[in-house]
């Protein structure tokens, strides 16, 4: 059993940042595969981004709308997967979720690919 909490959601102007956290239980943390994803009102959860260890460096994924802007990291000293926002835009709001996949296989884009879920953070971007 994983448990994941997510923090660091809040309300922030167009233009701004947020750092979201996602702390994890589990003894074999490094070992997850990481994702965030996103649910807007009215709108399917949407993959955000990724990330794999791959040896000694780590595999990460963005959905196109992010790049660049984005930027997902974790620390496995702590269990802890952080998303760096920037630049953020009014669509970018929404509920966003922690994942972990244990599976190690890839970084999945579908919720379906994801074994755990945290209970979300609100991030809301005012234009």
């Known amino acids: 059993q994983v448990q994941l909490v997510e923090s660091g959601g809040g309300l922030v102007q167009a233009g701004g940042s947020l750092r979201l956290s996602c702390a994890a239980s589990?003894?074999?943390?490094?070992?997850?595969?990481m994702g965030w994803f996103r649910q807007a009102p009215g709108k399917e959860r949407e993959f955000v981004a990724g990330?794999?260890?791959?040896?000694?460096?780590?595999?990460?994924k963005y959905v196109d709308s992010v790049k660049g802007r984005f930027t997902i990291s974790r620390d496995n000293a702590k269990n802890s997967v952080y998303l760096q926002m920037n630049s953020l835009k009014p669509e970018d709001t929404g509920v966003y979720y922690c994942a972990a996949d244990l599976s190690q296989l890839r970084i999945g884009i579908s919720a379906d690919d994801y074994d755990y879920w945290g209970q979300g953070t609100q991030v809301t971007v005012s234009s």
């Open positions: 589990g003894r074999t943390f490094s070992s997850y595969v």
């Open positions: 990330i794999r260890r791959i040896g000694y460096t780590y595999s990460t």
